[in-house]
């Protein structure tokens, strides 16, 4: 599907004041393309936003026009040019799943794929406890335990799990379980990376990493709890060649018995959701099925920071990222696919983020048919000096929440 799309956005650039394939062609302020190219429509998001959607329609913004729900809780009818009438995709106003990423086991992992396992810190008890509170007093069902790929096999490359390591990770997958949680998502943390090499482009083969998700599928295929979050972060790599990769990781994990599980597929780019369609990860990814050819259970995974940067680090947000997620969610739509949103984040008291991260978690309410949730970043072994610290305060026994948790992860869940 990216080259359909790219070769449509090609020609766009020949047709004067046209959009598109997926791009912006409305909404109060916009002074750009108002039509779109042959075989996509302008569809009405909400006031401000209007997008080129696949449709029969002449392209014109106002001769064939359909209102897509944002924040209604009820399917919108839809009228075209010709006057029939369909129901457009329903949204049930409040996502399956919301939560807080544990981190610690990835501590010490590079955007290079490098990982000193003498740095990982154990979350241990701590985690779990904070798992426990999450659940128990802010209402939260989802974590995400991210852990290093070195540090699950002792840094031997393609090898099997240390047992010990494996013994320590899995004590946190256990308490995310035993939590009262609905979805614990093991994740790893290398960024499509091994020391340096990509996987399955002059790294790590294709048959190393299915290796690894083989033996991680075989421990946990008996609860379907447990979603598998193939890589973290993807970037700076071929995505058709990323996708094949995917790909073999999918096929290991179905044939080593976990049929249920979640698996959960990230594209380039950091796993950008912005420019999840726009990089061609959406469309490399939508080819990468089950054994039986289905996509049941394969869910895009998407990451959205709101710094000047998009780079999760910075105190201050400045992003408003309602119009990529409306973007992503009428693509999702499109293609009857789902995703989930694994990171995001802002200071944990900074107005600026109480005001935008609760914003972008009321669009993928909106949106709640084909966005599963959310997973903020982060607690576990972080300490309340980090900049995007979500870790409670522990006093006399009871926990304290920072405001960013309280209003927007946990509070846009309820």
Not at 116 to 139: E, L, Y
Not at 344 to 353: F, Y
Not at 384 to 409: A, E, Q, W
């Amino acid at each position: 599907m990216k080259n359909s799309i790219f070769a449509v956005a090609a020609a766009a650039g020949t047709v004067a004041a046209q959009g598109a394939a997926y791009s912006q062609c409305g909404g109060q302020g916009w002074s750009g393309a108002t039509t779109c190219v042959s075989g996509y429509t302008c569809v009405v998001s909400n006031p401000y936003y209007s997008q080129c959607l696949p449709g029969s329609g002449s392209g014109s913004g106002g001769a064939s026009t359909t209102k897509v729900a944002t924040t209604t809780t009820r399917a919108t009818s839809t009228t075209s040019a010709g006057g029939s009438q369909t129901s457009a995709p329903s949204s049930s106003g409040k996502v399956q799943y919301a939560g807080v990423n544990i981190a610690g086991f990835d501590f010490g992992c590079g955007t290079d794929g490098t990982c000193n396992t003498a740095t990982n810190v154990n979350p241990g008890s701590s985690g779990i406890a904070q798992m426990k509170h999450f659940v128990t007093d802010d209402g939260l069902n989802a974590f995400r335990l991210p852990v290093g790929w070195q540090y699950l096999v002792n840094n031997q490359l393609g090898g099997t799990l240390n047992s010990a390591n494996l013994a320590n990770y899995d004590n946190l997958v256990q308490g995310c379980l035993s939590s009262g949680a609905a979805l614990c998502i093991v994740d790893i943390h290398n960024y499509a990376r091994w020391n340096g090499g990509i996987i399955g482009q002059g790294g790590p083969t294709n048959a190393q990493f299915a290796s690894l998700w083989s033996q991680l599928a075989t421990k946990y295929k008996g609860n379907t709890k447990i979603a598998f979050g193939l890589m973290n972060e993807p970037h700076d790599l071929n995505v058709a060649t990323w996708a094949q990769s995917v790909q073999a990781a999918v096929t290991a994990i179905r044939q080593a018995g976990a049929t249920g599980n979640k698996i959960l597929l990230p594209g380039s780019d950091y796993t950008s959701a912005a420019q999840f369609i726009s990089n061609g990860s959406g469309p490399d990814l939508l080819a990468v099925k089950n054994l039986d050819g289905s996509t049941t259970n394969l869910i895009f995974d998407v990451h959205k920071y709101l710094d000047s940067d998009n780079s999760g680090t910075h105190a201050n947000c400045v992003t408003d990222n309602a119009a990529a997620f409306q973007t992503l969610g009428n693509w999702l739509r499109t293609n009857k696919r789902q995703a989930i949103l694994s990171e995001t984040g802002g200071g944990p008291n900074d107005s600026s983020c109480l005001q935008y991260v609760c914003s972008q978690l009321d669009v993928l309410n909106s949106y709640s048919d084909v966005y599963l949730g959310w997973t903020g970043w982060s607690a576990g072994a972080f300490d309340s000096t980090y900049t995007l610290t979500l870790t409670p305060t522990l006093s006399g026994g009871k926990y304290t929440d920072v405001p960013l948790l309280t209003k927007c992860i946990a509070g846009k869940f309820h």
